[in-house]
């Protein structure tokens, strides 16, 4: 096996990582927004979105390796990791939206 390519847990567990660094940033984009300070909740917005291109370079890495044709069979750890990036995408999703509206009633 190449060792240059993570192993199943050590990818799941990457992704788990820049998943809830995202999630963190965005529910702070949304506390700073309330506050009336858009340009750092803009700012935290941006640092969610470096920490969900890292994530998918996580899942980048599992597919190069199912296409050398060393896939595994899903564990529990990896459904796990989708979930938490799933999550913390709406939570970025709905972070914007929430600063718009801030924005909004602020004008």
């Given at each position: 096996m190449d060792s240059a390519i993570p192993s199943l847990e050590e990818i799941s567990f990457q992704i788990i990582l820049h998943?809830?660094?995202?999630?963190?940033?965005?529910?702070?984009?949304?506390?700073?927004?309330?506050?009336?300070k858009?340009?750092?909740?803009?700012?935290k917005i941006a640092e969610a979105e470096k920490e969900f291109l890292e994530a998918h370079h996580s899942q980048t890495k599992l597919l190069q390796k199912e296409a050398s044709g060393q896939g595994q069979s899903p564990t529990v750890l990896l459904i796990h990791s989708q979930d938490?990036?799933?999550t913390a995408m709406t939570v970025k999703e709905m972070a914007q939206e929430f600063i718009e509206l801030y924005e909004r009633i602020k004008q």
């Open positions: 998943a809830g660094n995202a999630r963190s940033s965005s529910m702070e984009a949304i506390h700073l927004a309330k506050e009336g858009f340009e750092e909740a803009a700012a938490h990036l799933m």
